[in-house]
């Protein structure tokens, strides 16, 4: 993940410069690849992320259990969560890895959660603000998110599995776009840097 703000984008050298220009572009190539594998084979693409997203989970519950085995003398409060914790991870990603249709729409069910989460948030956040810029804009997006939510709980397994798999394509592209422009705005800033070296 690349976190920059205009400050930190002047003060970075012509050498860390060149270096996150090359991992942006990098990034957004196969960012602009997977996104469009997502939309062009959803099916395919979701057994996929539903392979990728359970083998990620049981890394997770190893590495649980490795804690485990090597801090030994941490309270057993601490060893009981973190063996629920560890069993949970590696049940997760095994009903992801033996049926990826389920996977995937347990996925829909966190990210139908997490749009109710952030519409009812953004809504209260909007009435919060009223009066001032981008209020209305808070509630409509709120109301968006919500629409949305509300569509995908509606959808059948199936429709559901191709929705979820589309969603995160789309998410893909647009994180491409991202890392298409930060990559512009450090090609941007370059010039400047050097044209303050040529003046001194």
């Given at each position: 993940m690349f976190i920059f703000n205009q400050y930190r984008m002047k003060v970075l050298s012509e050498v860390s410069r060149l270096h996150y220009k090359k991992h942006a572009l990098v990034m957004a190539i196969l960012l602009l690849i997977c996104g469009a594998c997502c939309l062009l084979f959803p099916f395919m693409a979701g057994m996929y992320l539903a392979y990728i997203t359970g083998m990620m989970f049981m890394i997770c519950g190893f590495y649980t259990l490795y804690c485990l085995l090597v801090f030994r003398t941490q309270h057993w409060k601490s060893k009981?969560?973190?063996?629920?914790?560890?069993?949970?991870?590696?049940?997760?990603?095994?009903?992801?890895?033996?049926?990826?249709?389920v996977g995937i729409n347990s996925l829909s069910i966190v990210f139908c959660c997490l749009f109710i989460i952030g519409g009812v948030s953004r809504i209260v956040s909007g009435f919060t603000m009223r009066g001032r810029a981008g209020a209305i804009w808070n509630v409509l997006i709120g109301v968006f998110d919500l629409l949305i939510a509300a569509i995908w709980l509606g959808l059948n397994p199936s429709q559901s599995y191709l929705f979820t798999t589309a969603f995160i394509g789309l998410e893909m592209i647009f994180s491409a776009g991202g890392f298409i422009s930060l990559?512009?705005?450090?090609s941007l800033a370059q010039p400047k840097k050097l044209a303050m070296k040529d003046s001194q």
């Open positions: 009981l969560i973190s063996a629920v914790f560890a069993i949970a991870w590696l049940l997760l990603g095994y009903s992801f890895i033996a049926n990826p249709l990559r512009k705005k450090l």
